[in-house]
C-alpha cells in the first residue's frame, strides 16, 4: 500500500535565495562583470570557429531570443578585430581599354583616399595650368606659324591650277560646298547659250579639256586636305610637346608616390598618356545659347570625371579588422549596386556611380547578418552563398536577367574577398537549412549554440550580482542592495522553470533592472531593495494580465463552470496553460467522463470533432492501454465511455491531462465522486507513472486565484507530479496560503496516489491472485468492468440468431 500523500511545505513551493551571502551593500561597491555569463560551449564553438580560416567555417549562432546573441557576437568580435591588421582600401576606375569593366584597386589602408585626393588633385591643377599654357604668346606664335605655312601651301596650290585653267581657257568657280572649273572668255564664265552657238567641235574640245582639269581639281583638292591633315597632327605635336611640360612633372611626382604599387603605376602611365591625347577636355568650352528663356539644363557630364578614383571601401579610420552588422541585408545593401541618373530623358551610368555594399565593407574582416532577414530577402541568400564559394565579390544588376528588353550596363571587375560569416538566429532555422541545404552544411560548418538556462551555484549567483552592477552603471541606474540583487536572482529561477536554473535570458533581466529602478526612483529612493523588485513583478503582471483577470471574472461569475468545492462523480477540474506571448496563465477546465455498456472503447470528444492535437490524442491512448493492462488480464474490457473538456471553443494539445482524465474516467466507472477543489495536471505513461508537464507555477496559480476569488476553504489544492517538484517557483499569495492551511500541493508519482487524495479512498494494490482488496478504488473498478463484461455477454446471447433460424431464413429468402 501506497503511503498517505503528504501536501508540500511552505519552502518546498520557493526556492529562496539568502541575501546575506553577498559580502557588498549595494552593486556601487563591486566591478561590473566583462565576462559572458552561462554560455560557455556557445563560447568554445564561437572561439574555434572564428579561429579557423579555412574555408567553409562560417558559423551560425542559433538560440531562443533574449539570451544576447546579439551583444555577445558584437562585443567578441569587436575585441578580437581589434587585435587583427586593418585590411585593403578598395577603389574603381576607368578601364581606358574596355570602358564597359571597370577595373578595381587594391590599396592599403588609407591610401585609396590619398590616391583619390591626389588624382582629384591632379586634374584641377591641369585644368588651370593646360588653358595658359595654350593662351601663352609663344605657344601663339608656333602655332601661327603652323597656320602659315599651311596656308601658303595651299595657296600655292590653288594658284597652280588657277593658271593651267587660264592657259586652258577656264577659270575655277567656288561655292559653299564645293570647288569646279567652267568656260570662260575675257576672265568670264561662258553662259549656257553662248556655249550651246559654240560649234561642235569647239564644244567638244572645251568638254574634253574640262574633263582633264576637273580630274587635277580633284587630285589639287585631296592634295589640300593632306596639307590640312598635316597641320592637324603638327599641332597636335605642338600641344602635346607644350603641355608635357606640364603633365609629365606633375605624373611624375605620382609615379614616385606610389612605385610601391605596381597597378598604380601602371594605371598613372595609362592616364598620362590618355590626358596627352585628349588635351581638348582641358579646354575652356562655350556654353550653348538656349532657345527658350529661363530654361536651365541640368549638370553635364564632364570628360574629365574618367580621372576620378572611386573609392568603395576606405579604411583610413578603421582600426583592426571591421566589424559590419547589416540590420537590413537586402541584395543591393550587401553587394552594392551601379546606380543610374536620368539626363534629357535618358539614364546614364559611369563607373564613378558604383556604389559598394556591406560584403565590400566586411571584406577582410567579419559581416553579420540576422537569418530570417536574409531569408526574407529575394536573392540575397543565394547570393551569399555563391561568395564564399566563388571567394569574390561582384557588383550586379540582379534584376537583369528578368527583363524582356536587356539594357546595356557596366560590369565592374570583381573583388576577392576573405570574410568570416555569421548567421544569427532560431534553433528551427538552423535546422531547417541543415536538412533541406546541402550547399549550407559546406559553407556553414560551425554551430554555436546558446543555452537559454545556467545551473545555479555560488559563482553564477556572483557573477548575476556583477552583471546586474553592470547593467546598473552602464545605463545610470539606482544601485541594487543585497535584498535586491536576491530578489533578481529568484525571479530568474522562476523565469527559467527550475529551482536549480538561472535563466540566460539576459534582456528580460535588463528590462526587470531597469524598471525596478524606475520604480524606486518613483518612490524617492536611492537605492533598489526587493519591495521595488518585488513591485516591477506585479506591475508587469498588472499590464499584462487583462485576458486572465476577466477569464477569472466569468468563473467566479458562473459563465464558465468550475467547481471548488462539493464532490461529484465523472467530474474534474483540469488546468491548461493559456500563453499570449508576453504572458502566460493557467486557467481551469471542468472535464467530464461518461461510462456506459458497449465494446467502443474510451472516445475523445475533442478528437472526434478534430479539436485535439496529435499528442493529446496519443495520451488518451495510454490512458486505454494502461486501463486494459490493468483491469482486462482476465476479463475482457467491455467498456465504452466518453471524456469530454467542457467549454472548450479552442483546440487543445498536450498530454498534461491524461491523469485528470484517468481519474474522471474511474470516478463516472466507480461512481465515486471526486473532491472539486483539487485541481490536477500530469502526464502519465502506461506503466501508470506520473510525468512532469509544462507550466506548473501558471496553473497552480491559476487555480488559486479561482479558488480564492470564489473563497478558500482549507479544501482546495493542486496534485502535480513529483517531478515538477524542483520546477515550483510560486507567487507569495500561495505560500502564505499553503503556510496557513488554506491551500495545498500534493506531489504523485502514480496515478493511483491521485485517487486517495480525490476519493478519500485507498487505491488498492493488485494481491497474488490479481484481484484488489475490498473497499479500494481500484476493487469498485475491476467489479465494474467485470459486471459489464458479464452483462454485456449475456446481452450478446439473447441477440444472436440460432443456426436454424438462419437457414429457414435463408430458404425464404430465396
Known sequence: ?????????????????????FSFQTTDEITPAEEILGQERAMHSLDMGLGLKSHGYNIYVLGEGGTGKASIIKAKLEKRANKEDTPNDWCYVFNFSDPDRPKALSLPAGVGSD????????????????????????????????????????????????????????????????????????GKPVVQEDFEALPKEEKARIEEESKLLQDNLSDIIREVRNVEKETKERINVLDREVTQYVVTPLVNELLDKYKEFPEVVNYLQIVREDILERLDDFRPKEELALPFPGLKLGKAETPLERYSVNLIVNNKETKGAPVIIETNPTYYNLFGRVEHKVQYGVAITDFTMIKGGSVHKANGGYLVLDALDLLRNIFAYDAIKRMIKNKEARVEDVWEQYRLVSTTTLKPEPIPVDIKIILKGDPYIYYTLYNLDHEYRKLFKVKSDFDSQMPISKDNIEKYALFISARCKEDGLHPFDRTGVARVIEHSLRTSGDQEKLTARFSEITDLIKEASYWADRNGSSVVNADFVEQTIREKVYRNSRVADRLRELITEGTFMIDTEGAVAGQINGIAIIDLGDYSFGKPSRITARTYLGDKGVINIEREVKMSGRIHNKALLILTSYLGNKFAQSTPMSLSASICFEQLYEEIEGDSATCTEFYALISSLTDLPLNQGIAVTGSMNQLGEVQPVGGVNEKIEGFFDVSLAKGLTGKQGVIIPTKNVRHLMLKKEVIEAVKEGKFHVYPIGYVDEGLEILTGMPAGEKQKDGTYPEGTVNYLTAKKLKELATTLKAFGKEKKPSKKSDEENEEGNV
Open 1 to 21: 500500500m501506497h503511503n498517505k500523500i503528504q501536501p508540500l511545505p511552505p519552502e518546498k513551493l520557493y526556492r529562496r535565495c539568502d541575501p546575506d551571502q
Open 115 to 186: 590616391l583619390r585626393s591626389d588624382l582629384e588633385g591632379l586634374i584641377e591643377t591641369l585644368k588651370r595650368d593646360i588653358p595658359k599654357v595654350f593662351e601663352s604668346k609663344d605657344y601663339e606664335k608656333h602655332r601661327d606659324e603652323i597656320f602659315e605655312g599651311q596656308q601658303a601651301r595651299t595657296k600655292a596650290i590653288f594658284t597652280k591650277i588657277e593658271k593651267k585653267a587660264e592657259q586652258k581657257g577656264f577659270i575655277l568657280k567656288k561655292t559653299a560646298s564645293s570647288l569646279s572649273v567652267v568656260p570662260a572668255k575675257d
